[in-house]
């Protein structure tokens, strides 16, 4: 298996960095070829901006969307973003590695993924039409893929149950899940979340190594959520709401995983 595991935190001498070298380690003895995308390492562009338009004359007006697919379509991308598109098709598994910073990405992972998924790479793709809004969630280019998040947490895991007052980590993760790994086609495994990082230490190391060691043999054969398809029948055309009969009277979040 194919495994890109894109990092993102500034310090090596992190527990973050202490679970990369984990993984890499791991997933290489158990025969897997791995690639790490160190975007602090990397020095990665944090921004999508003109810079990412090389074909534009200097003061021509930059349109993210159209420049990104016009560079896209055309080879004349920047280097850096071209080379993460060819690991993210060279990988059968995506690993996103971060520290929760504000209930979200670091800026420079949320960076990574404005450059990376260019318009027509990982949106803007299949027909769009009033009948078929693209080839979107759960189908698109990274489709028959994996991915998983792996995310640490300074709260407990009680501050991200259901009831708990930092809300649901599910729904806290959502966007990412749903909105950045399924939309272009990742079937999305479980997350591998780190509570209360401020209290590990080599005890509760080794025992985080462990959970974490069965979740990466588990990457083929885990089963993912279980997130409706755009196009599979689940939603009325074309205002994309979710059909009334399925999980009728409930609305949020929730609703866009299969009850099974
Ligand atoms: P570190 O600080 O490097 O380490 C944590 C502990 O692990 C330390 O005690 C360290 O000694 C120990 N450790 C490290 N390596 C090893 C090893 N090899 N063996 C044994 N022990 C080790 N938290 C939230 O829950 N929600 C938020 O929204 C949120 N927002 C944040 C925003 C910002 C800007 C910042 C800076 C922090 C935020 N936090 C938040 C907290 C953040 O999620 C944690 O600080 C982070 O996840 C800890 O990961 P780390 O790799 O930086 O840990």
């Given at each position: 298996?194919?495994?890109?595991?894109?990092?993102?935190?500034?310090?090596?001498q992190?527990?973050n960095?202490?679970l990369r070298?984990?993984?890499v380690?791991?997933?290489?003895a158990?025969?897997?070829e791995?690639?790490?995308?160190?975007?602090?390492?990397m020095?990665?562009?944090?921004?999508?901006?003109?810079?990412?338009?090389?074909?534009?004359?200097?003061?021509?007006?930059?349109?993210?969307?159209?420049?990104?697919?016009?560079?896209?379509?055309?080879?004349?991308?920047?280097?850096?973003?071209?080379?993460?598109?060819?690991?993210?098709?060279?990988?059968?598994?995506?690993?996103?590695?971060?520290?929760?910073?504000?209930?979200?990405?670091?800026?420079i992972?949320k960076?990574?993924?404005?450059?990376?998924?260019a318009?027509?790479?990982a949106?803007?793709?299949?027909?769009?039409?009033?009948?078929?809004w693209?080839?979107?969630?759960g189908?698109?280019?990274?489709?028959?893929?994996?991915?998983m998040?792996?995310?640490?947490?300074?709260?407990?895991e009680?501050h991200?149950s259901?009831?708990?007052?930092?809300?649901?980590?599910?729904?806290?993760l959502?966007?990412?899940?749903?909105?950045?790994?399924?939309?272009?086609?990742?079937?999305?495994?479980?997350?591998?979340?780190?509570?209360?990082?401020?209290k590990?230490?080599?005890?509760?190391?080794?025992?985080?190594?462990?959970?974490y060691?069965?979740?990466?043999?588990g990457?083929?054969?885990?089963?993912p959520?279980?997130?409706?398809?755009?196009?599979?029948g689940?939603?009325?055309?074309?205002?994309?709401?979710?059909?009334?009969?399925?999980?009728?009277?409930r609305?949020?979040?929730?609703?866009?995983?299969?009850?099974?």
């Amino acid at each position: 298996m194919k495994v890109l595991l894109v990092y993102a935190h500034p310090e090596p001498q992190s527990l973050n960095g202490a679970l990369r070298d984990f993984a890499v380690a791991h997933l290489q003895a158990a025969g897997h070829e791995v690639q790490v995308s160190d975007l602090y390492a990397m020095d990665w562009k944090a921004t999508l901006d003109v810079a990412d338009a090389p074909h534009l004359a200097s003061g021509e007006r930059f349109d993210a969307v159209l420049d990104s697919q016009r560079a896209y379509a055309s080879g004349g991308q920047p280097a850096d973003i071209a080379a993460e598109q060819a690991k993210l098709l060279w990988a059968d598994v995506l690993i996103l590695q971060f520290p929760l910073w504000w209930f979200s990405l670091p800026a420079i992972l949320k960076g990574w993924v404005e450059r990376v998924y260019a318009c027509g790479f990982a949106y803007g793709v299949g027909e769009h039409s009033d009948s078929h809004w693209g080839d979107r969630y759960g189908e698109g280019t990274l489709a028959g893929k994996r991915a998983m998040l792996v995310v640490t947490c300074g709260g407990w895991e009680s501050h991200y149950s259901a009831r708990g007052i930092n809300g649901g980590l599910d729904d806290i993760l959502f966007p990412i899940q749903h909105g950045i790994l399924f939309y272009p086609g990742f079937s999305v495994l479980p997350p591998f979340p780190v509570y209360r990082t401020s209290k590990v230490d080599a005890v509760a190391f080794e025992r985080l190594c462990q959970a974490y060691g069965a979740r990466l043999d588990g990457l083929a054969t885990d089963t993912p959520l279980a997130f409706r398809r755009q196009n599979g029948g689940d939603y009325e055309i074309p205002a994309l709401t979710l059909k009334p009969e399925l999980a009728p009277g409930r609305t949020g979040l929730g609703v866009h995983l299969r009850e099974e």
